[in-house]
């Protein structure tokens, strides 16, 4: 039997890197939490943070699926759903303007402006954060929320607390899927590839959980650096800087709105007085090609 192939495009907004596939053009992938750690393998496969299937749906414009580099599926993924909407536009399954996406989260609106053939600038209304801590999920801490509470997923006191300005208090937020933040003196001194691991597995958290550390520039300017709950450190993470947009006014450390700094870019992020975060970042297309498959 030849082997199956499918189209891809890669796309990355922020630097956040996914394959996606047109399932309204190409056959959804008969297991995708096994094609996504071989497609998104960086040496071996297309390479990227994970996968994302763009697929009909009977609610909105498209319905968004998103598998994370390890094969694990994400509820939500705030620079994802900017690319799938750009998608859904550029590949003239909806008009410019106002999509609807349906996500693990529920159904968000996107507003769409083309600002080139491969290219959007994409505001996301990504809903009311969950606040509680049976919601996020934080275990065996109560119910009510968790701002700037002692947290035991961090290791014991290290060299490098120091070195970061580290405040080891923690303040969790749910954006469809768990973040938890921490601010520090200066984000470059954090070892993230060492710490992340640790503190998305930790019991305290029992979904895992997505992790930021969080530098203050100014009431309205955040410098963050990230690891990404079954990916590991990325360029940017939509949801986490939305979380991190809540977290800052939660702790009196930054304002409603703020321009988060990623890695990989910035995004605008506002918690609007109707209880809603919008983020507005770019989505672009890197390049297309096929995969195929034995």
């Not at 192939?5 to 796309?11: I, L, N, P, S």
């Not at 954090?190 to 100014?218: D, S, T």
Request: hydrophobic residues 40%; contains cysteine.
């Amino acid at each position: 039997m030849p082997p199956s192939q499918t189209r891809f495009v890669k796309m990355h907004g922020a630097g956040n890197d996914y394959v996606y596939i047109d399932c309204f053009t190409e056959s959804a992938p008969a297991d995708p939490a096994a094609l996504a750690p071989r497609i998104a393998d960086r040496h071996c496969g297309v390479g990227g943070d994970g996968l994302v299937l763009v697929l009909p749906s009977t609610k909105a414009a498209a319905r968004m699926r998103m598998f994370n580099a390890d094969g694990s599926e994400a509820e939500m993924c705030g620079n994802g759903v900017r690319c799938v909407a750009h998608l859904v536009v550029a590949h003239g399954h909806a008009p410019a303007g106002a999509v609807d996406i349906e996500t693990g989260r529920g159904v968000l609106t996107v507003d769409v402006q083309r600002t080139g053939e491969r290219s959007s600038r994409v505001r996301v209304d990504m809903g009311e954060p969950l606040l509680e801590a049976d919601r996020i999920p934080v275990a065996g801490v109560g119910t009510g929320r968790i701002v700037e509470a002692s947290c035991a997923a961090l290791p014991a006191p290290e060299p490098w607390w120091e070195a970061a300005g580290l405040d080891p208090r923690m303040t969790c937020v749910s954006m469809g899927n768990p973040h938890v933040i921490f601010y520090c003196r200066d984000v470059a001194a954090v070892p993230l590839e060492a710490v992340g691991p640790r503190i998305e597995r930790h019991a305290l958290f029992p979904q895992r959980i997505n992790v930021h550390f969080v530098q203050v520039l100014a009431a309205d300017r955040v410098r963050m650096r990230t690891w990404e709950r079954g990916s590991g450190i990325t360029q940017a993470c939509g949801t986490g800087a939305s979380a991190v947009c809540v977290a800052g006014v939660l702790t009196g450390r930054s304002a409603r709105r703020i321009v988060a700094e990623l890695p990989g870019g910035e995004l605008e992020l506002e918690w609007s007085p109707t209880g809603h975060v919008f983020m507005t970042g770019p989505a672009e297309e890197v390049f297309e090609g096929t995969w195929r498959d034995a």
